[in-house]
């Protein structure tokens, strides 16, 4: 089996692992929260953190899930001298947060992860897409409509401020957070999304 193979699959499972490691549920524990997954959207990311009414502890979690995707990139690069290497840790570190292995496969949308890998990989492009998202959420006071249009906007950005390795791993990354926004985009065509620091809609 080529080396190079191994390599890469290697990383892209420790990115897996790492990414998986759901740091919204541990710090809503530590703050006496409950259990996130029961707590408004049942979502594991920061923003749910932010409805339990805990801003601290949603801080907390933010940089957690966006550091743990910096973090999958940086470690892997750092010890295999292989920027591929560290882009196929990086998008599986967003797949393990979406899908993580200790929930049942059941995640949250990988935004701040995401955002942590395109720092890693390409900080101007990281910063313009968290410079996106702050811009729309400050706006229109929507966090799925400000990762929706952060998402769209991060191949763009890539494509002219990064390489084309980089834009492939942006665009897949960005592909799979539109997918996990699919409930908020019929929810917002409805006119029904809740807002930041919102309690969630009743169905």
Known sequence: ????????????LGGYLFGAIPFGVVIARL???GDLRQVGSGNIGATNVLRTGNKLAALLTLLFDVGKGAIAVLVVE?????PFAGLAA???????????LWLK?????????????FLATAWPVGLAVIGTWIVIAAISRYSSLAAL??????PLYSYYLSTGQNTLMVGLIAALVFVRHWENIKRLTRGEETKIGQKKKPD
């Open 31 to 33: 703050f006496s929260l």
């Open 149 to 154: 249009v952060a998402a769209v906007s991060a």
């Open 1 to 12: 089996m080529n080396e190079t193979f191994i390599i890469h699959g290697l990383a892209g």
């Open 78 to 82: 750092w010890v295999t001298y292989d």
């Open 90 to 100: 990086g998008c599986l570190a967003v797949v393990g947060h979406n899908f993580p």
């Open 105 to 117: 496969f059941k995640g949250g949308k990988g935004v701040a992860t995401a955002a942590g890998v």
